[in-house]
């Protein structure tokens, strides 16, 4: 998708380090045209070749700021102010499931980003000092399309496909998949918002495509398969992160980038942002290297809110009763790897018990407290799970910034099934809640949340497209 001027700034957080917030500014160019340089306080900070694609080049600049005050930057004749002061009362904002399956690059720009325009409102009202992408930043599943060895993805692929095809469908799935983002940043209200705001992401399985990691191994690991990761990988690294292969920042937990996992430290508040879909399979959510740098964050010494990413919702309702009905019923079995890729999937059960023992294991930790950030779901939610110290674990979920809501009644289904409760470890029951202001413990509609620090005291709100901002709810 050619372009035919600059744009960005798209703003990252690349680490909070040594008191200073290191950024990362990214561009999207037209070949041919340079970028002018940043102005951070009375230094220009030159803008970088990034990664280049057949309709434009990406540019990068980094620079640092402090986290003890608020702050600026200028480009091209514009200043953008930071709320970059972490030190005090801050806000986040939280969104997730950022388009839909089928057509998403055709929909009414206004239409789809009405969540964004509003979230752009309440920046202007109480900026935010971070802006939490919770996965499926793209959907980039029609990205497949229009190409002979992936038309078909992923119910016919062909067995063995020659070196130089497959060379041809990373580079017909590369600019796919950056159109998707190209196009993104090309809506006025999201572009203001991420100028200001930076970025800290976790991707899902629509920023490779639908189901990736749940699929079946004859899929994933063909020679089709891999490429189409490899692709996303390098978009998603690219565009959500700033970064390339080989560069990551010091957030990331592993350099070789095998899995994306990430930690960020500031006064009082960490944010822990697992990878939940690069080392997926049908078997697992995370491979021995994930596992252990989750493990190493909850034994660490840290006092304060630990915020914890996940992009699958990890406190959620008896879903293997339902896993174990569709796969009994054949017109229902297309739907099985949507449920393979819950944690709460018969599949995954043990894995969801280590988690939710790595959770316990910091929310029953003396000065510490955690809550869960998550999304996937296309509706919004929340849940607790009781911890010996009687302060509950929370779990916030909101989804569908822009996705619009599935049908009322699988919300109504969903609140019927939580009834049921779950307790995968003794002694912690789980609990769907309302959020305040809702009559239904799910609710279809678009979303997204906001976490608020006051003085010591944390809370939540969620902003609604239909309904409004909910009352706030102490956390």
């Known amino acids: 998708m050619p372009i035919d001027r600059i744009l960005g700034p798209l703003l990252i957080l690349d680490d909070i380090a040594d008191g200073q917030m290191h950024l990362a500014a990214i561009f999207v160019a037209p070949h041919g045209q340079t970028v002018p340089p940043l102005r951070v306080g009375d230094r220009d900070i030159p803008c970088q070749p990034l990664l280049g694609y057949t309709a434009a080049q990406l540019f990068r600049a980094r620079f640092a700021v402090p986290t003890d005050a608020p702050s600026s ?13 972490l030190t005090g009362d ?24 009405v969540m964004w325009a509003h979230l752009a409102e309440e920046h202007r009202r109480a900026p935010f000092a971070l802006l939490l992408h919770g996965g499926d930043q793209v959907y980039a599943d029609e990205a497949t399309h229009g190409h002979p060895l992936s038309e078909d993805w992923p119910d016919k692929i062909p067995r063995d496909p020659l070196p130089h095809d497959i060379d041809d469908l990373r580079a017909h799935l590369r600019e796919g998949f950056a159109a998707r983002y190209i196009v993104q940043l090309q809506h006025p209200s999201y572009a203001w918002l991420v100028a200001r705001v930076p970025a800290l992401a976790q991707w899902d399985d629509h920023d490779i495509c639908d189901g990736w990691g749940s699929l079946p191994r004859s899929r994933t690991y063909s020679p089709v398969g891999q490429c189409l990761f490899e692709v996303a990988k390098e978009a998603t690294l690219a565009f959500q992160h700033g970064t390339v292969a080989g560069d990551l920042p010091a957030r990331f937990t592993d350099p070789d980038a095998y899995h994306l996992g990430w930690q960020v430290e500031a006064p009082g508040l960490r944010l822990l942002g697992p990878d939940l879909r690069g080392e997926r399979t049908r078997r697992q ?27 699958v919702p990890l406190l959620g309702p008896r879903l293997s009763i339902l896993e174990a009905l569709m796969v009994a019923v054949p017109k229902m079995q297309k739907y099985e790897d949507d449920l393979r890729d819950q944690w709460q999937s018969r599949a995954h059960r043990d894995s969801w018990r280590r988690m939710l023992t790595l959770m316990m294991q910091m929310q029953e930790t003396d000065g510490q407290d955690v ?22 674990l929370h779990q916030l979920v909101a989804s569908g910034i822009t996705h619009r809501p599935p049908p009322k009644g699988w919300a109504l289904f969903l609140g019927a099934l939580s009834r049921l409760g779950e307790s995968p470890l003794p002694g912690h029951p789980i609990r769907i809640r309302r959020i305040p202001g809702q009559g239904l413990r799910y609710v279809a509609d678009r ?24 009352p706030a709810l102490a956390i």
Request: with cysteine; hydrophobic share 35%; charged share 25%.
């Open 73 to 85: 930057y200028s480009w091209n004749g514009e200043t953008y102010d930071l709320a970059s002061d």
């Open 447 to 470: 979303n997204a949340l906001v976490l608020e620090r006051n003085g010591d005291d944390w809370q939540a709100v969620w902003h609604f497209e239909t309904y409004g901002p909910s």
């Open 371 to 392: 809550t869960i950030l998550s999304g996937e779901i296309h509706l919004a939610t929340r849940a607790e799970m009781a911890a010996r110290n009687g302060q509950p």
């Open 285 to 311: 959510v995370m491979d021995e290297g994930g596992w252990q740098a989750v493990e190493a964050q909850a034994a660490a010494d840290f006092q304060g809110r630990t915020l914890v990413m996940s992009s």
């Open 90 to 113: 801050l806000r986040l904002a939280y969104a997730s499931c950022n388009g839909e399956e089928h057509g998403d690059m055709d929909r009414d720009e206004d239409e789809r980003n």
